[in-house]
T-cell receptor
Framework: AQSVTQLGSHVSVSEGALVLLRCNYS??????LFWYVQYPNQGLQLLLK??????LVKGINGFEAEFKKSETSFHLTKPSAHMSDAAEYFC?????????????FGTGTRLKVLA | GAGVSQSPSNKVTEKGKDVELRCDPI?????LYWYRQRLGQGLEFLIY????????KSGLPSDRFSAERTGESVSTLTIQRTQQEDSAVYLC????????????FGPGTRLTVT
């Protein structure tokens, strides 16, 4: 069975500060990992994804995430927060190699950026 | 239309009524998903369609919920005898039929049961 845990339902950072949103997963097979962002009253938009290959993946809007198998983590970072980054962020895991294409989402982390 | 579209964007209904929510996936996307997102919560998987295969209905919360998809196009999610706990945003997503491809989400339908 797969699961995703996002530590911290709410995170506040100052504008210009480092953003770190945590995601840990559980999967018995190689995972595919995703970060999505949701702005108010909108659907989810993909930030970045890891499938195979390079473990450090770069996404849109300056975000990046590193897949660490030993730590079963896929934390999302951005060196310098911008006011426009305020949104809800969801980590998700899928394992197509297991024969299922279901995606398991974390409960989300709401990011607040302080001026 | 380049993206996933959903209609209506908002639906207010009385308890006990049936509602139908529609999703138009991106053309060529063979996989289609429905999720429920309650206020302040994450995404709850409801159902998954993949091509002509039998849908994965394992997330449907009760037999009041059902969904259909015509080939690889439009899908409708039907909720019968709505209850107040059905109030949520219902999100649809589609995906290309290739390993590693992400889902593309629609803007959602906000359902309010009064």
């Amino acid at each position: 069975a797969q699961s995703v845990t996002q530590l911290g339902s709410h995170v506040s950072v100052s504008e210009g500060a480092l953003v770190l949103l945590r995601c840990n997963y559980s999967s018995s097979v190689p995972p595919y990992l995703f970060w999505y962002v949701q702005y108010p009253n909108q659907g989810l938009q993909l930030l970045l994804k890891y499938t195979t290959g390079a473990t450090l993946v770069k996404g849109i809007n300056g975000f990046e995430a590193e897949f660490k198998k030993s730590e079963t983590s896929f934390h999302l970072t951005k060196p310098s927060a911008h006011m426009s980054d305020a949104a809800e962020y969801f980590c998700a895991v899928s394992s197509p190699t297991s024969g299922t294409y279901k995606y398991i989402f974390g409960t989300g982390t709401r990011l607040k950026v302080l001026a | 239309g380049a993206g996933v579209s959903q209609s209506p964007s908002n639906k207010v209904t009385e308890k006990g009524k049936d509602v139908e929510l529609r999703c138009d996936p991106i053309s060529g996307h063979t996989a289609l998903y429905w999720y429920r997102q309650r206020l302040g919560q994450g995404l709850e998987f409801l159902i998954y369609f993949q091509g002509n295969s039998a849908p994965d209905k394992s997330g449907l919360p009760s037999d009041r919920f059902s969904a259909e998809r015509t080939g690889e196009s439009v899908s409708t999610l039907t909720i019968q005898r709505t209850q107040q706990e059905d109030s949520a945003v219902y999100l649809c997503a589609s995906r290309r039929d290739s390993l590693g491809h992400e889902q593309y989400f629609g803007p959602g339908t906000r359902l309010t049961v009064t």
